[in-house]
């Protein structure tokens, strides 16, 4: 697996920690809004941050494509 697979399952996790949702939910709401793919294209940068960032991060993108927990 890729360094940036690996981190998407980090953010997913993380952000499934962070909602208090299930890895189901997290998994889903990231492929309906493509935030899998965001993560992975963006893991040069979003690496290198802390997770309170990488979450208000993604937390941005999700909005933006409508969805919110």
């Known amino acids: 697996m890729s360094e ?4 998407l399952i980090y953010c997913i996790e993380m952000y ?5 949702i299930s890895g ?3 998994y889903e709401l990231f492929r309906s809004t493509n ?3 965001y993560v992975r294209r963006s893991y040069g940068a979003l690496h290198t941050t802390g997770e309170q960032y990488i979450l ?3 937390d941005g ?3 933006s494509r409508g969805k919110e927990i």
């Open 61 to 63: 993108y999700i909005s």
């Open 56 to 58: 208000a991060d993604i």
């Open 24 to 26: 189901r939910d997290a």
């Open 4 to 7: 940036a697979g690996k981190f």
């Open 16 to 20: 499934r920690r962070a909602k208090h």
């Open 35 to 37: 935030a899998d793919d």
